[in-house]
């Protein structure tokens, strides 16, 4: 059997390495990258930083973010390390599940905080938007300057922008520029998926929906079809057109409206979004993609264990259920994709050895949330989306200035460490500069709208005074 294809070139090369059928049209690689942060308010008296923070949850989101960023650098620097280590684990898929079962656990939080769903979309508007168009925007100043490539999305530049606006790329067939904002497209799918669930007051049923997306992962993740709408209804414009009309008219009824309106405009949006999971994805396959939901739902059924809404031996009982099951959907459905015997076995060891060590990192992360973390731990966390947007960036630079790759071991770990000094540095810059001030910026204008408007709160709910497990609470970090 066959595994994809890595791109050599100097766009960054693809993060995971999960087995792909062949499409009618040609698809770039794609790397892993983080979902972007949420955090509860600080407790009164609480103090800054990791005293304030979801420490626990951002030391886990720097873990991820290094395991991101080696799966990256690796291709340019390092290659035998690589080579050594990617016989059994795969950094990059450790990195995104990791990633996944986070924003599981955090963003319910956000939205039931406060119960408002005009809040919380107004804040995942300020919170991913002002750093995805910056992004953005970069990789287009690249290529117009020579430095980097356009992933193709130049040919179809409309469509391009059509599939990138709602930041739902690989559900739309785009190619992803950059090529690390295929992640969002699942958190948006996520985050429309809650908010239709929080309408309909059913969304405290998490276990429910982190085992359905596993056994749907397992038992229809090998059949689904791949970008079917594209190949088979509509040109991609055509597609990411109605699905954007679609998603944005459902959204302004559920932020907007009240009553059965606003169910019935959220259920539209989510119902859409699901769908081109299901049948429109573009370079994940279907049990990839259901897999994902399946860890996220898990994420959000721990925290309600934490919250004490469920019992943690159920809980734990189903998180083992769950990645079972995402281990059997890979496992089983990779068989009928064309790698060598060799090449199947290499593939189902990252598969299970990523998951596997993804949720005991998780786990780890929980047992010690109620520990104090430094700040120098918690900071890597706080610019994680800064890190994961921007680090291929940097590395295109880098490629593109020295395209050697033949260098003596011990100038490429002095690559490798100045490298990551650059993005740790830029990704600093770009949070106070652009993500903390725009953060700011999306609390006033929710503080404004309930003043101007009103409170905003779905009938039957009410907002959550708990939090979840603060960094401050407990004692020090040894």
Not at 12 to 27: G, H, K, S
Not at 171 to 186: A, H, I, M
Not at 314 to 328: F, P, R
Request: net charge positive; aromatic share 12%.
């Amino acid at each position: 059997m066959t595994e994809r294809n890595v791109a050599e070139s100097a766009s960054v090369p693809e993060t995971r390495q999960f087995p792909a059928r062949d499409l009618a049209r040609p698809r770039a690689k794609e790397p892993a990258g983080p979902p972007a942060r949420d955090g509860a308010k600080p407790r009164d008296g609480a103090k800054a930083g990791s005293a304030g923070r979801l420490g626990w949850l951002d030391v886990l989101r720097g873990i991820a973010a290094l395991a991101v960023v080696f799966d990256h650098t690796s291709y340019y620097v390092l290659q035998h390390v690589r080579s050594v280590i990617y016989q059994w684990f795969d950094a990059g898929n450790y990195g995104v599940f990791v990633f996944f079962l986070i924003s599981g656990y955090i963003v319910p939080a956000s939205l039931e905080r406060k119960g408002s769903v005009r809040t919380f979309w107004v804040s995942r508007l300020f919170r991913l938007y002002p750093l995805y168009l910056l992004a953005v925007g970069i990789a287009v100043a690249f290529y117009l300057t020579h430095v980097g490539k356009a992933r193709g999305e130049a040919a179809h530049p409309g469509a391009s922008v059509l599939s990138q606006l709602l930041m739902m790329s690989n559900v739309l067939s785009g190619q992803n520029l950059p090529n690390v904002v295929w992640s969002l497209s699942y958190e948006m799918v996520f985050y429309l998926l809650l908010t239709a669930l929080f309408i309909a007051r059913v969304h405290k049923r998490s276990n429910w929906y982190a085992v359905g997306f596993a056994v749907a992962a397992l038992a229809i993740g090998g059949v689904l079809p791949q970008a079917y709408l594209i190949h088979h209804v509509a040109p991609t414009r055509v597609v990411a057109l109605v699905a954007d009309l679609l998603i944005l008219a459902g959204l302004a009824f559920a932020v907007v409206r009240r009553g059965m309106s606003r169910l019935l405009g959220a259920a539209l949006a989510a119902v859409v979004a699901l769908t081109l999971v299901a049948v429109n994805g573009s370079w994940l396959l279907p049990f990839e993609a259901l897999s994902i939901l399946a860890l996220m739902f898990t994420g959000t059924m721990f925290y309600r264990a934490e919250q004490g809404q469920y019992a943690w031996r159920k809980a734990i009982a189903l998180g083992v259920i769950v990645l079972g099951g995402a281990i059997a959907a890979g496992l089983w459905h990779s068989r009928a994709l064309g790698m060598s015997p060799h090449g199947e076995l290499i593939w189902s060891r990252k598969w299970v050895s990523a998951l596997g060590l993804a949720a005991l990192t998780f786990a780890a992360g929980m047992a010690f949330r109620h520990v104090r973390w430094p700040r120098a731990l918690t900071w890597l966390g706080l610019v994680s989306y800064s890190v994961y947007l921007l680090h291929p960036l940097v590395i295109e630079a880098y490629h593109h200035f020295h395209p050697s790759r033949q260098h003596p071991f011990w100038l490429q770990v002095l690559i490798a460490a100045g490298l990551l000094t650059a993005m740790i540095v830029l990704s600093s810059v770009t949070y106070l500069c652009v993500e903390r001030p725009m953060q700011n910026l999306g609390r006033r204008v929710g503080r404004w709208l309930d003043a101007r408007f009103g409170p905003d709160q779905a009938p039957g709910t009410a907002p959550v005074d708990r939090q979840p497990a603060l960094a401050g609470r407990g004692r020090a970090a040894g």
